[in-house]
C-alpha cells in the first residue's frame, strides 16, 4: 500500500490537481515543460496500457514512442485524468501555434478507457484546456487543429463549438482560404504536407506506421450521416485535419451558461 502511494504522488508531480466527477481527478501540467522526469515514467508505465485498449489498433510500441520524452516535450498542455487509486482513465494534449496567420490550438492526442467512452471524461478534460486557452486572449478567435479518423470526435467539436458552421470540413461545403492556410501549416508541422488535400482538409496515410488503422473498427457517431461520409472518404489510415473556430466572449458566456444550468 505504501508503494502504490508513493506511486501515485510521483505521478502529480509538476501537475495542478483539480478534482473531477465519479471521485476522478484531473492532472494538469501547462507548461509540460514543468513535468519532472519521474511523473513522465510513472505515466508512461500507466497510461500506455490504457491507449492501447483505447486504439485497439495499436501497440505498446506505437504508445511508447508517442509518450517519449522527445514527444512530451513538443507539448505545451497535458490534461489527464485519474481514478481513485491514481490510474489514467483519459487523456487529451495540446501545442500553441500561430498557423496560417491564428491562434491556434493544436489537439495532438485524446483518449479513454474503453469502459467509460461516452462518459463526458474527454470533453472535461477538453473544456477547462479549451476555456484557458480563450481566456489568454479574449478578444481574438481560437482555432483547435486536430487530425482524425474518428466520426465521434468530429461531431463532439461541432458540439462543442456550437454551431456546425464553425467546424471544418463538412461534407459538400467549400473550406474557405483561411482554413485552408491553418490546414497547411498544421499539415506541414505533422510532416505530412504532400499528403493534405487543402480543398478538402483530407491527409492521405494519416497513421501509415500503423497499417490496419487506429482501430480494428472505426468508432461511431450518433449521426449515421457523419458515420457514412467518414466511411465513403476515409480509408483506415486517412485523417481529416478539422478546424474548429472558437470566439472567446461568446463561448465562455455559453460555459457559464451551462454550468448555472446544470447546478438547478
Known amino acids: 500500500m505504501a508503494d502504490e502511494q508513493q506511486s501515485t504522488d510521483r505521478l502529480h508531480l509538476g501537475a495542478v490537481v483539480r478534482p473531477m466527477r465519479q471521485g476522478r481527478q484531473g492532472l494538469l501540467w501547462d507548461p509540460v515543460s514543468q513535468m519532472p522526469p519521474a511523473a513522465r515514467e510513472m505515466l508512461r508505465e500507466r497510461i500506455i496500457p490504457v491507449a492501447t485498449a483505447a486504439f485497439d489498433g495499436t501497440t505498446a510500441d506505437f504508445?511508447?514512442?508517442?509518450?517519449?520524452?522527445?514527444?512530451?516535450?513538443?507539448?505545451d498542455v497535458l490534461h489527464v485524468a485519474v481514478d481513485?487509486?491514481?490510474?489514467?482513465?483519459?487523456?487529451?494534449?495540446?501545442?500553441?501555434?500561430?498557423?496560417?496567420?491564428?491562434?491556434?490550438?493544436?489537439?495532438?492526442?485524446a483518449?479513454?478507457?474503453?469502459?467509460?467512452?461516452?462518459?463526458?471524461?474527454?470533453?472535461?478534460?477538453?473544456?477547462?484546456?479549451?476555456?484557458?486557452?480563450?481566456?489568454?486572449?479574449?478578444?481574438?478567435p481560437l482555432f483547435v487543429v486536430l487530425r482524425t479518423g474518428n466520426p465521434l470526435v468530429h461531431d463532439a467539436w461541432v458540439a462543442a463549438a456550437g454551431d456546425p458552421?464553425?467546424?471544418?470540413?463538412?461534407?459538400?461545403?467549400a473550406?474557405?482560404?483561411?482554413?485552408?492556410?491553418?490546414?497547411?501549416?498544421?499539415?506541414?508541422?505533422?510532416?505530412?504536407?504532400?499528403e493534405l488535400d487543402p480543398r478538402r482538409l483530407h491527409i492521405t496515410d494519416a497513421y501509415g506506421s500503423t497499417p490496419g488503422g487506429l482501430w480494428r473498427h472505426r468508432p461511431r457517431s450518433r449521426d449515421e450521416q457523419t458515420n457514412a461520409w467518414f466511411d465513403t472518404t476515409l480509408r483506415p489510415t486517412d485523417a481529416f485535419l478539422v478546424v474548429a473556430r472558437f470566439h472567446p466572449l461568446t463561448q465562455l458566456w455559453r460555459s457559464r451558461a451551462n454550468r448555472r444550468r446544470t447546478k438547478r
Open 165 to 173: 458552421r464553425a467546424v471544418h470540413p463538412r461534407p459538400d461545403t
Open 111 to 140: 483518449g479513454v478507457a474503453p469502459d467509460i467512452q461516452g462518459g463526458g471524461v474527454s470533453a472535461a478534460l477538453w473544456r477547462r484546456v479549451v476555456e484557458r486557452e480563450l481566456r489568454r486572449a479574449p478578444l481574438q
Open 63 to 75: 504508445w511508447a514512442q508517442h509518450w517519449s520524452d522527445e514527444q512530451l516535450d513538443r507539448l
Open 175 to 194: 473550406v474557405p482560404a483561411r482554413i485552408q492556410a491553418i490546414a497547411r501549416d498544421a499539415a506541414a508541422y505533422l510532416g505530412q504536407a504532400a
Open 84 to 109: 481513485e487509486t491514481g490510474t489514467p482513465v483519459g487523456w487529451v494534449s495540446g501545442r500553441r501555434a500561430d498557423w496560417g496567420g491564428r491562434r491556434v490550438l493544436y489537439a495532438a492526442s
